[in-house]
T-cell receptor
Framework: KAGVTQTPRYLIKTRGQQVTLSCSPI?????VSWYQQTPGQGLQFLFE???????NKGNFPGRFSGRQFSNSRSEMNVSTLELGDSALYLC?????????????FGSGTRLTVV | GESVGLHLPTLSVQEGDNSIINCAYS??????FIWYKQESGKGPQFIID?????DKRQGQRVTVLLNKTVKHLSLQIAATQPGDSAVYFC??????????????FGQGTILTVHP
């Protein structure tokens, strides 16, 4: 069965722009979590969505937002991009909220802000 | 200003050796831990997990040991192979099981296996 699909794989944006990243979970998975990975801070939790509702949120500014659709696909948006937003953005899906068995990561979207 | 990156611990071993990767945690109430492997260009991949009511758990070529007294866990990889070269992370959800989708990751350890 197909894994977690993140699009696009690579993205280059200019400071001040906004960006939308997409995550399609494994079929049947209803929970999607997002993480930011940087050399300086490592892997940090952004937010978790289940049943189209944000269930948990990490310590990131309001420029970072997300949503989940009825088909469980999720998008995250970063507005007013800063150089420090350059990172690998990973999403993970699981069957239900907080369900870690089968918690599966995608390969990520590499965002570069110039 | 200058950006300072994490200085990841590194472990370099010969093929066939056993590898031990360590992780410390701070919350004595932590009740569940997971080890992930991340290869270049990929997302983290689940290796093995352990709950706090266990001291040891074994998988295929991997063993996780949990020492709650000193808040330390380790991942042992037997007969390490070049394909094991990756960054290894320990991770834990918040204690209590109410926010299991919110994992906190360790800084990671770079494992390099030489043929």
């Amino acid at each position: 069965k197909a894994g977690v699909t993140q699009t696009p794989r690579y993205l280059i944006k200019t400071r001040g722009q906004q960006v939308t990243l997409s995550c399609s979970p494994i079929s049947g998975h209803r929970s999607v979590s997002w993480y930011q990975q940087t050399p300086g801070q490592g892997l940090q939790f952004l937010f978790e969505y289940f049943s189209e509702t944000q269930r948990n949120k990490g310590n990131f500014p309001g420029r970072f937002s997300g949503r989940q659709f009825s088909n469980s696909r999720s998008e995250m948006n970063v507005s007013t991009l800063e150089l420090g937003d350059s990172a690998l953005y990973l999403c993970a899906s699981s069957l239900a909220q907080g369900e870690l068995t089968g918690y599966t990561f995608g390969s990520g979207t590499r965002l570069t802000v110039v | 200003g200058e950006s300072v990156g994490l200085h990841l611990p590194t472990l370099s071993v010969q093929e066939g050796d056993n590898s031990i990767i360590n992780c410390a945690y701070s919350n004595s109430a932590s009740d569940y831990f997971i080890w992930y492997k991340q290869e270049s260009g990929k997302g983290p991949q689940f290796i093995i997990d352990i709950r706090s009511n266990m001291d040891k758990r074994q998988g295929q070529r991997v063993t996780v040991l949990l020492n709650k007294t000193v808040k330390h866990l380790s991942l042992q990889i037997a007969a390490t192979q070049p394909g094991d070269s990756a960054v290894y992370f320990c991770a834990e959800p918040p204690a209590g099981g109410t926010s299991y989708g919110k994992l906190t990751f360790g800084q990671g350890t770079i494992l390099t296996v030489h043929p």
